[in-house]
Structure formats: C-alpha cells, structure tokens
C-alpha cells in the first residue's frame, strides 16, 4: 500500500524522479500508519522501523566483516582459524531460513554450507573461529533474533 501511495503521489505531482518517489513513499509511510491506528490494526510502523533497524546492523556487521578479511590479507601473518560450526535455529519458516543462511553467506569470511533435513541445525564455514560457541551466540543474537523481529 505504502509503494502504491507513493506512485499515486509521483503521478499526481508529474514527477517521477527519485526524491519525488521517496518524498511520496514517506507521506504514504504517515498516511498508513495512521490509517491503521484509526482502524485498529498496527504493525506497520514498528515492522518498518525493525527493517531499518535490521538493515543499519546487516550494513555494520558487513563492513566489519570486511575490515577482517581485508586484514586478514593484506598483513604477512594469518589470524584465520576455519572451522565449520552447526548452528542450533530458532528460525522455522523456509523463507526464515534462507534469508538468514543468505545474511550469513553475503558477510564476508563466513558461508552457509546446509540445512539439517529437520531444518533445525544450520551448518556454516566460518574463517574466523576463536570459540564455536562465541560465533553461535553471535549469529543468534544478532542476525537470526533480527530475522525472526521483521519475519514475524
């Protein structure tokens, strides 16, 4: 509804640029977020701000994965450790996991290799791997929590 409202906004105004667009797609952001509290559903808003939210984190932990392996190669001395780890999921649906072992594969050092036939173990190949269980906690405490916040 909130990219509809912005075409509609677009072509009223005449103006299809980029800055036109994103001016309507705000104004319909407000215009659904009210039209829901006047109805009486809602979720709209807060599942946006989780997106914005998830996508900040995603553009953090991909920079700083970059800065690892950029380290990583570019010094004479190699700190990788490789491992391949399993990953317990709490994430249930098939979209669920694939854009999760997606996430994971898009972050530099790090690889989904499979899904248990019971989908409830994931299996990464992992550069940097200090402790197992630290990365565990890592990837469900950032990228599967946030997963399971804008999915949900």
């Not at 900040?56 to 780890?85: H, W």
């Amino acid at each position: 509804m909130n990219v509809f409202l912005a075409l509609i906004w677009a072509a009223a105004t005449g103006n299809f640029g980029p800055a036109n667009v994103l001016l309507g797609f705000g104004l319909g952001f407000i215009v659904v977020v009210f039209a829901q509290r006047a109805v009486g559903t809602g979720g709209y808003g807060r599942k946006a701000v989780l997106t914005v939210r998830f996508v900040l984190f995603f553009i953090y932990e991909l920079f700083k994965a970059n800065l690892r392996v950029a380290y990583d190669v570019i010094t004479p001395s190699q700190y990788m450790r490789p491992s391949i780890v399993a990953i317990p999921l709490s994430v249930k649906t098939d979209t669920e996991i694939t854009v999760l072992a997606n996430l994971i594969s898009l972050t530099p050092g790090t690889l989904s290799l499979d899904v248990s036939d019971d989908k409830s173990v994931l299996y990464i190949h992992a550069m940097f791997v200090d402790d197992p269980d630290e990365l565990r906690h890592e990837i469900k405490a950032g990228f599967e929590r946030r997963v399971i916040e804008v999915l949900r």
